[in-house]
């Protein structure tokens, strides 16, 4: 019903930059929140970033300063700048959104990416 597609990753080396970018489609009413996340091997998925739909946005504290996440939602996208990569950014980062799907139901349910790599060398 609610597809995301990511885009955007690969291999930097420390202190590089990278952009992500997430396409949302399908039953798209509203997207309430959108976000970033990451899991690194053997670790948890983690929060690294999210924004709600009037463009707060809230960042992990090692991405403040360094992230930036922002959305449009006449494209119904979302997009993580990352500047001054460092080697324990490497991981699969996911995008979520928070989707109302219906005009008369207020129903919301998250979709995830499918995950894009991010590796960063020292």
């Known amino acids: 019903q609610v597809q995301l597609v990511e885009s955007g990753g690969g291999l930097v080396q420390a202190g590089g930059s990278l952009r992500l970018s997430c396409a949302a489609s399908?039953?798209?009413?509203?997207?309430?929140?959108m976000g970033w996340y990451r899991q690194a091997p053997g670790k948890q998925r983690e929060l690294v970033a999210t924004?709600?739909?009037?463009?707060?946005?809230n960042y992990v504290d090692s991405a403040k300063g360094r992230f930036t996440i922002s959305r449009d939602n006449a494209k119904n996208t979302v997009s993580l700048q990352m500047n001054s990569l460092k080697p324990e950014d490497t991981a699969v980062y996911y995008c979520?959104?928070?989707?109302?799907?219906?005009?008369?139901?207020?129903?919301?349910?998250?979709?995830w990416g499918q995950g894009t790599q991010v590796t960063v060398s020292s």
């Open positions: 979520k959104a928070s989707v109302r799907s219906w005009s008369w139901s207020s129903r919301l349910d998250d979709y």
């Open positions: 399908g039953r798209l009413f509203r997207i309430n929140d």
């Open positions: 924004i709600t739909s009037g463009d707060i946005a």
